[in-house]
């Protein structure tokens, strides 16, 4: 659990960096899922589309799980299982997705992700992962210079949906962020991705466990200016602190350090806006994209 490349801030610079990223025989993996699902779809005799209406997906969807290009969520699998008529053969594949869903330097982060009981954290770049929509998601890593292949950009993507589900989690963990006001007008992806995204921190922040707040630009003070961070309390373990920088991030495991952070996560909250501000804020910035 030290050093690992950041995922959060889209990480690192592609080929085979990229490829290392993934666990051996991944690609294998998923073009036999893919396999599966069509032959089981034209005995169907149903096209891509005609199944994506009846499980609630795209055509590219369908598409790209078919290709191998998509990892599909257990969800998909369930649901296909079910209107192919495939008797669990199609669902018992989620087993076997799931071991490669996470790339290997955030299998760390997302254990303890989905092991929290509670979790703060700041950004200052762009929209927190947790609360990113996957339109939002995908544009910052179709931004990654040098580019990265599409079958890279849907893994990646594909995992970062995965860790949002500790947003459902029961028990609910309390979960708090804090947002540079930047991160909301910067608009990454286009002013349609923009407003979606927007909307969805508007929705997250009606969760009765979390708590989104505005940091504004006009502060005067600020305890938040060495960087995005996240401290994590695991329901099982002690308190971690989560750097990055870059290309590069760390889990924090020592305590003097965690103490650290913690005395700042508490002031950049005490600076930020309240939630209840926060959410008007948002609002405000939603009608003006």
């Known amino acids: 659990m030290a050093g690992t490349e950041s995922e959060e801030t889209g990480g690192s610079t592609g080929g085979l960096e990229e490829e290392q990223d993934w666990d051996e025989g991944m690609s294998e993996i998923l073009e036999m899922v ?3 699902v069509r032959r089981w779809r034209e005995r169907a005799e149903l096209t891509q589309a005609e199944l994506g209406r009846r499980i609630g997906y795209t055509e590219h969807q ?3 799980v078919e290709r191998g290009r998509r990892i599909p969520k257990p969800v998909f699998l369930d649901k296909a299982d079910e209107a192919l008529g495939a008797s669990g053969m199609l669902a018992e594949f989620k087993e076997d997705v799931e071991k490669i869903r996470y790339p290997k330097k955030v299998r760390d982060l997302a254990r303890l992700e989905a ?21 939002y998601t995908r544009a910052l890593y179709e931004m990654r210079r040098p580019t990265l292949n599409e079958a890279t950009i849907e893994q990646y993507v594909a995992a970062r949906m995965a860790r949002q ?4 989690r029961e028990p609910s963990p309390i979960l708090s962020f804090v947002q540079e006001e930047v991160t909301l007008r910067r608009p990454l992806g286009g002013r349609m991705v923009m407003r979606t995204q927007l909307e969805r921190l508007l929705a ?17 003070d600020h305890a938040g200016l060495g960087g995005p961070f996240r401290l994590i309390d695991p329901h099982h373990g002690p308190k971690v602190g989560h750097v990055e920088v870059q290309r590069f991030s760390r889990v924090i495991p020592e305590r003097q350090e965690v103490r650290r952070l913690e005395i700042q996560y508490g002031i950049i909250r005490a600076q930020a806006l309240t ?6 804020f948002i609002e405000k910035v939603l009608g003006e994209t």
Request: without cysteine; aromatic residues 2%.
């Open 34 to 36: 893919g396999r599966h």
């Open 62 to 64: 369908v598409s790209a």
């Open 115 to 135: 092991d929290a009981a509670e979790m703060g954290a700041y950004a200052s770049l762009h929209i927190h992962g947790l609360l990113q929509t996957e339109d």
């Open 165 to 168: 589900r500790v947003l459902e």
């Open 204 to 220: 997250v922040g009606q969760l009765r466990n979390v708590e989104i707040q505005v940091m504004p630009t006009g502060r005067e």
């Open 275 to 280: 939630p209840r501000e926060s959410l008007a």
